[in-house]
C-alpha cells in the first residue's frame, strides 16, 4: 500500500491550526500555575500551627519580661491580640484542612492567609508600645530582638509565597525601625538603618527561595506530563503497528518509524533528570529510564513484567508501614496525583528519601491503559526514626549509620578522638534462605541483631547495612583496644547455635576492622 503525500496549497488554511497549538499551550501553562499556586498554599498552611506556637511562645515570653516594667494594662492587651489574631489564624488553617484541596480555590486560601499574616505582623509591630512604655533601655533592646529573631524565623515558614512572608515581616519591622529612627542620635539612627538593611536581605531572600520553589515545582509537572504524552504516543504506534502488519512492505516503513519513536521516547525519557516508571493496566512494568535504575537498583531487563511494588516499594515518611501499592488509586480513579513525600526501598534494602507523583496512560478512546511514575531523590533532610532504622531488627540502617558515623568523623577532627569500624558479614545467611526461605533468613538476621547488642557498650552504634550486613562503630576506641571486642564478639558467635525445622546450623562471621578519623571519607568507607 502507498502512502499518497499531498503538498498544501493555501498557507491561510494553517492559520487555525496555529491558533489551536497556541490555545493548547495556554490552557497547559494555566492549569500549571494553578497546580503551582495550590502546591505552595498547600506548603503555608502544612507550617501554620509551627508558626502559630512559636508567635505565641515568644509573645508569652516577652510579655512575662515586661510583666513588672511596663504598665500591665498594656502589656496584657499587647498579649491579648497576639491571642485573637492567632486564634483567627488557627481557625483559618483548621477550616483549611477541613476541605479538599481544590486548586481553583488556592488564590482565595491564598488571599486569606497573607490577610492573616499581615493581623500578626501587625501585632508584632504593635510591640513598639512595649519600648515606648518602658525606661529600660535593656527591654527596649529586648524587644527589637525578638521582634528581629520571629521575622527571620518566619522566613523558614512562609518562603513558599513571597507576599505572605512580606505582609507579615514589613509591618512588624517598620514600626521597630521608625522608633530608632525617630529616637534621633548617631547610635539609633545607625541600628534603625541596619533594620532596614536586614528587612531588605530578608526579603530579597524570600523572593529567591520562592523563585526556586516555583521552578522545582514546575519542572516536576512538565516531566510528569512530558513522560505521559510520550507514554501515550508510544502505546499509539504499537496500534499502528498491528493494524498494519498484512502489508509487508508498509510494515516495514511502520517498524522504521516506530524505532525511530521508541529511540527518540527512550532520550527523552533519559534526558529527564527525574526518574520515570511506566507500568501497564495490570500494574507491571513497562518501562524505567536510566535515573530510575539508579535509584530502584533494578535494571530495566529485570525489572520488565515485574509488579511495580516489587521494583517500587515505598512508605510514607515518617511511618513506618509499607506502601505497597503506590498507583492503584490512580488506575481506578483515573486522575493525576499530587506530590507526596516517602522513603524507597531499594532493591539492595538500602532506603531513600524521594518526591514522587504519578498521573494514568490514556489510550486514544480515553481509558486507561496504564500509569507514569515520577519521582526524584532528596536529600539534605534530616531522617526521622522510621527513615533511620531498620524495621526488621530496630537497628539504625544506612542513611542513619551514615549519619552517625559522620558525627563521629566531626568528632575526631575536632577532638582529636579515636574511633573503629567494625564491618560485619553474616555468611551465613544466604546458605540459610537458599534452603529454608526468607522467613528463616528474617529469624536469623533478628536473632544475630539481638546477639550484637549484647556485646557493644552503650555509646556504641549497630547497624544493619544490608541484606546480610552488619556496622559496629566502637566510639572513643583506638584501634589497639578494639581487638578485645572482636575476640569476645568472635566468641559469641561461635557459641550462639541457630536452630531451624528441627536443624541447628553454625553460624560463621567475617569481621573487619576500619580505624575512623578525622580524614576518613563516610561515603567511601560504606560503599558496598
Known sequence: MRAAVSEPTDTRTQAPAAVDDQEAVDSTLSRRRIQVQAEQVHLLFEQAPVAILATLLVAALMAFAHWNVVPKLVVAGWFLAHLVVNTIRLALTLAYRAKPRMGQDAGRW?????AGNALSGLAWGSAVLLMLSSPSAEHQYLVALCVVGIIAGALA???AMFWAYAAFSVPALTPVVLWFVGRGGEIYVLVGGLGILLLGVLLATAWRLNTNLSRSLNLSLANAELASTVSVAWEEAIKI???L??????RRRI????????????????SIGD???TADGSCRVDYLNAVAERLTGWSLEDAHGQPLERVFRLRESPGLHPRTDPVRDCLSEAITNGFGDGVLRQRDDNELPVQHSWAPIRDRNGNVSGSVLVFREIGGQPLAFGDSHDPLTGLMNHPGFAQRLQDAVHQARSENQEHVLLSLDLETYERVTDEHGDPAGDELILRFSQLLQRQVRDADATARLGAANFGMLLESCPLANAQPIVDKLHEAVAEFRFAWANQEIPVTVAVHLTPVSADTDVTSLLAP
Open 255 to 270: 517498524e522504521q518509524w516506530l524505532k525511530r519513536e521508541k529511540d527518540r521516547a527512550q532520550i527523552t525519557l533519559n
Open 241 to 243: 503497528n498491528r493494524e
Open 275 to 277: 526518574a520515570v516508571i
Open 110 to 114: 491564598g488571599t486569606w492567609y497573607i
Open 157 to 159: 515558614v512562609h518562603y
Open 245 to 250: 502488519e498484512r502489508e509487508v512492505s508498509a
